[in-house]
């Protein structure tokens, strides 16, 4: 796998030092302010991250938020919109020893990584609403959390994002479409997983997680003529690195979704 190193600006390969082990450092978080979108996006960039490494059981990722001290209210919420967001939890937030990657949210630092090591930088990403906490502005209807972590995947962690209700109301109809589509599916035999469109997800992902790919292969899998059980298996598959919970309405006996 290889992520954009931001101090050379250029594709680096993720070695880890430990075979099977890959330690992974997100630095988050600002004394005197609370956290943010921004330091969001960081552990959604951490969890996809995880999970594209984790696929296939070869590697094992070791995940630990690196903060300054703050409150333990603050670090408490933040845990509680990751979650909102499906993002897995850390394994700890005191990392000990040398990360392979480090994960930096806008204006943090990795201090000395040890050498060898990656260090990545996620851009902004700004809400509709300003507010608290992070996700506060979904207080005000219309999306769900998994519509902001599909308006994010979207995208580069490495481009800015503005979300806006129109983008929100967009992504959550996108999830929705998709999850009837899954279901609808699921009422057909089982088939094998579609070897093209897993081969170039995994390709992307494993380049600079390009989830904009993943996310493009979903929509031709939507589109497309293949066989229904080869696409539930396929998009199963793919949601197992992107976290959307595709599979959330099986069981609700549907025709195939149009539009």
Known sequence: M???DTRTGSAAEIRPAHHGLLRVAVHLGHPGRPFDLSDLRALLTADVLRRAGELGGRLQVSLAWAHPALPPGQ?????????????HPPDTDHPAGPADVHLLAPG?????PATGAVVAATTPARPPVTGEPPLGFLEHGGAEPLAVRLALLRHSYRAPVDLTRRT??????TLDRWRRLVA???QEPSLPVLADPLRR?????????DTATVLAELDALADGPDPAGAGFETSVRLD???GLELPRDIGRSAPRPVG
């Not at 943090?108 to 000395?112: L, S």
Request: hydrophobic share 50%; proline share 0%; net charge negative.
């Open 2 to 4: 290889r992520l954009t």
């Open 75 to 87: 670090v408490a919420e933040l845990a509680r919109q990751a979650d909102l967001l499906g993002v």
């Open 108 to 112: 943090t630092d990795a201090g000395r």
């Open 168 to 173: 929100l109301t967009d992504a959550q109809e």
């Open 184 to 186: 609808y599916w699921a």
């Open 201 to 209: 997800s995994l390709a992307a992902v494993g380049d600079d997680l």
């Open 240 to 242: 197992r690195i992107l």
